[in-house]
């Protein structure tokens, strides 16, 4: 068991299932959902699947705040229910969850399609909207995100994008159905990123992540924000993500969520060991998608955690290995000189 932020973090999401026979983990947070890869169904979602385990969730519940994100995720990636509410109100949560063996530890694997069971969110006026319009998310400051704008005019986009200067890329390959008769309310944009992410107030974090998000604009500013609408005039016939990561000191999992606030299913999450140090990572689906908010990988890295906010690049890192080398030449001729 652990509780809120525990999730984010090596010590314990990760450490604890360094035993095997760890197949069952129970989480309880006051978690506030940030935009576009922090929504809390989403990171629950990502975490039980990636790790292959049954996690069962419950979340503090204040939408005019934004906290709220309750569920039950099985190990094979399936969704067993999931709960959030635009009223200030609480639900249990009964299912049946199927007990598992020992988990075996491999960097290669490949899950497939996820089905939702049971879906907990409430409608609204008239019983068109979800309540979940009510519920408050924030955004996300982006700004050290590298971005690209589908371009629309193709049906078929293939683009390989990389963070900034680093030498971290990420491949997609969507194709795409436009609407030309219905008006499209969302931009979707491409993103790449490597770096340190401030969340919340004062907390920064390591990522390694490729994605699709949705923005209210053509503004990156905008990507991460909601309309009080679902997503129309585009659909997505297939969405194929890949990059290649380093798995030392840190986790990779999906990061999916749709207009009502739960996560995407139907897709393929792949791992796949190509080297030593070097995993590729691939996210595709299944079937076509209408309503997504965001889609992609979403790449923890601990070692990074705690810095300075901004991308990470390879001059940031030769410059920061050619000044570790100048303070220990100084330091071992001051030594000689003394001795």
Known sequence: MFISGDILYQTPAQDILGNPTVT?????????????????????HGYAKSNKVNLLASSRNDPSVGYGGSGIYLANGKIAETYLSGERRSK????????????????????GSSALTTQGFH???????????LFRTTAVDLSNYTFKSLNLLNKTISETICSGESNFCCNFHIVVSKHTTVFQNYIYKLVAFYG?????????VGERICGLVACLDESNQSCGGRNLLSPTG?????????GQFNPNHAHYQPSTLKFDL???????????QIARNEIEVSLITTTRHDSLLSFGILGRVYINDNTYAGAINTATIRGANSLV?????????LCYLYT
Not at 234 to 242: A, C, G, L, V
Not at 262 to 272: F, G, M, Q, R, V
Not at 325 to 333: C, P
């Open 24 to 44: 069952d983990v129970v989480y309880s947070s006051s978690w506030k959902s940030e935009l576009p890869f922090w929504q809390s169904n989403s990171l629950q």
């Open 325 to 333: 080398f100048t303070q220990v030449s100084i330091i071992y001729i």
């Open 234 to 242: 585009i659909s997505f016939e297939s969405i194929s993500i890949k």
């Open 196 to 204: 340190v992410t401030r969340y919340g107030l004062s907390t920064t």
């Open 92 to 111: 249990l949560i009964i299912q049946q969850i199927p007990k598992g063996g020992e988990r075996k530890e491999h960097f290669t694997s490949c899950q």
């Open 123 to 133: 409608l609204g006026i008239g019983k068109q909207l979800p309540d979940v319009t």
């Open 262 to 272: 739960t996560p995407a299913t139907d897709y393929l999450y792949c791992t796949e």
